[in-house]
Every structure is written in C-alpha cells, then in structure tokens.
C-alpha cells in the first residue's frame, strides 16, 4: 500500500532516513522542517518529481507554525494516511542553572506539545475518514531518568504517556496511534554524547524497522529489539539498584558545552 506520510523534522538524522524508506516504497511525502532549502537540495538529488512531495517550513516548538504546516497540507496535498511527529531536541541540563530552565522549557515545547500540536490539524479528518495512522516518536530515554538528561528524559516521558492516552481515545474511530521508542540511533542528536551507546543503530535501518512497525497496527514498539529488552529491565530495576548502575557516568553536555 502506498499513500501519503506527512513528516516532521525531515531534514536530518531518523526523519530524513524515513522520508527516504517511504520514498523508496512509493509514497508520497509531505516533509516539514526549519531548513527548507535542506529538504530541496535533497529532494532533487534523490530525483523526486514535484508531484512526488512539498516542503513546509515550521517550528514544531511553536503551537501555531507546525499547526499551519498541517493545514497547508491538507489544502495542498490532502489528508495524509501516516503522520509520524519526529522532530525532537536533546540538551543537558543543570537545575541550579537559570537559563537551563529555559532549555527545559524548549525541550518540552519540541518533544512533547510539538509532538500533539503535529497530531492536532489531522485527527478530526482522520476519524471522519474512519483511518489513519498517528506515529510519535519518543525515546527508550523516557523509560528512566539519566543523570544530566532531565529535559529530555522527562519530556519522552510525557511523550509516551500522551501517546498512549491518545490511543486509548481514538480506538473506537479506527485512526491508530503508535508510539516509537528509539534506542540510540546515530543522528546529529547523538553525535556528542560522551557516554557508551549500546545497540547504536544507523538511521537508514532504523527507518527499515520504523516501517514495519508503522504498518503492523502496533501500539508501542521499542527499536531496535535489544533495547525493548533493556527497557523491560530498566522499568522494574529497583531504585537502589539503578543509582549505583549510573552511579560515576558522564552526564549529558549542556547547551553551552563543547
């Protein structure tokens, strides 16, 4: 089957490799991003007719920009089939730093409301239509809090939980959500992270597993298939037990750290 994908965060890392993987299976791609002439210069050196995808540009930390790119979709291209809210920041923080708060402000703005706000322009068309698919994108990262990493881990979290009550909601109408939790997976985002990375995928075949499971009719599926099982551990490892796990490693880089 073949439709339409609308994208967030399309210009680099596990959105692009997805833009691609959809392309390469014949659909038609409705890609947003910051970087737009990103987008073009990639578009046209994968040899993409322009009836084949549109580009708009928005900030999905911003309630009003990524909502408008979801209206400009559905007026350009129409209602899309698959809608997988990508985009998404990592940054350290350090609580007893002001500006950090800030930080974490952004990082829930992206990773959680932008995640809601990329859903919203759709669901009413979705279930009028009785389908479509809603795929967010959390992080294994949301299973446990990591020393240095509150912004992001708290903001996955919240990620998951929002994910799985949306789910809940619209079962009855026939549109899914379906909730991915990357493990590490070699991207822009974790390209400075000075800690080790088990299982570290490479974006293209995470892009292959990710389609699987968006057309399996999932409802939450850790990937790559190792760290599903770390995830299992880490959800039950008692508290004690998980400190003196962390206990002595690098924390996450702030913002304003080389």
Same mark, same amino acid.
């Given at each position: 089957?073949?439709?339409?994908?609308?994208?967030?965060?399309?210009?680099?890392?596990?959105?692009?490799?997805?833009?691609?993987?959809?392309?390469?299976?014949?659909?038609?791609?409705?890609?947003?991003?910051?970087? !737009?002439?990103?987008? $073009?210069? /990639?578009?046209? +050196?994968?040899g993409?007719?322009r009836?084949?995808?549109?580009?708009y540009?928005?900030?999905?930390?911003?309630?009003?920009?990524?909502?408008?790119?979801?209206?400009?979709? @559905?007026?350009?291209?129409?209602?899309?089939?698959?809608?997988?809210?990508?985009?998404?920041?990592?940054?350290?923080?350090? !609580?007893?730093?002001?500006?950090?708060? $800030?930080?974490?402000?952004?990082?829930?703005? #992206?990773?959680?409301?932008? @995640?809601?706000?990329?859903?919203?322009?759709?669901?009413? &068309? %979705?279930?009028r239509?009785?389908?479509?698919?809603?795929?967010?994108i959390? =992080? #294994?990262?949301?299973?446990?809090? *990591?020393?240095?990493?509150?912004?992001?881990?708290?903001?996955?979290?919240?990620?998951? =939980?929002?994910?799985?009550s949306?789910?809940? +909601? *619209?079962?009855?109408?026939?549109?899914?959500?379906?909730?991915?939790?990357?493990?590490?997976?070699?991207?822009?985002l !974790?390209?400075?992270?000075?800690?080790?990375?088990?299982?570290? %995928?490479?974006?293209?075949?995470? &892009?292959?597993?990710?389609?699987?499971?968006?057309?399996?009719?999932?409802?939450?599926?850790v990937?790559? /298939?190792?760290?599903?099982?770390?995830?299992? #551990?880490?959800?039950?490892l008692?508290?004690? /037990?998980?400190?003196?796990?962390?206990?002595?490693?690098?924390?996450?880089?702030?913002?304003?750290?080389?």
């Open positions: 089957m073949s439709g339409l994908v609308f994208i967030t965060g399309a210009s680099s890392g596990i959105g692009q490799a997805l833009a691609d993987r959809y392309a390469r299976a014949g659909w038609r791609l409705a890609l947003v991003a910051r970087r !737009t002439e990103a987008m $073009d210069a /990639w578009a046209l +050196e994968r993409l007719g009836g084949q995808y549109a580009i540009g928005a900030d999905v930390g911003a309630v009003d920009s990524i909502v408008a790119a979801g209206h400009a979709c @559905l007026a350009g291209q129409g209602l899309p089939d698959v809608v997988i809210a990508n985009a998404g920041i990592s940054q350290g923080v350090d !609580t007893s730093q002001r500006e950090d708060l $800030d930080v974490m402000a952004r990082s829930f703005a #992206v990773n959680t409301v932008g @995640l809601a706000a990329t859903f919203q322009p759709f669901i009413e &068309a %979705m279930v239509r009785g389908s479509g698919t809603l795929v967010g959390a =992080s #294994v990262a949301g299973v446990r809090g *990591l020393p240095g990493h509150g912004a992001y881990c708290a903001s996955k979290a919240a990620a998951i =939980s929002y994910c799985e949306l789910r809940g +909601e *619209l079962r009855p109408t026939g549109v899914r959500v379906l909730t991915l939790s990357p493990g590490y997976v070699a991207t822009p !974790t390209a400075r992270n000075r800690y080790p990375m088990p299982f570290l %995928m490479q974006p293209a075949d995470f &892009a292959d597993a990710a389609f699987r499971a968006i057309a399996s009719g999932a409802g939450h599926r990937i790559p /298939w190792q760290m599903a099982w770390v995830a299992r #551990v880490l959800r039950v008692p508290d004690a /037990w998980f400190d003196r796990l962390l206990a002595g490693q690098p924390r996450k880089h702030r913002h304003n750290e080389g």
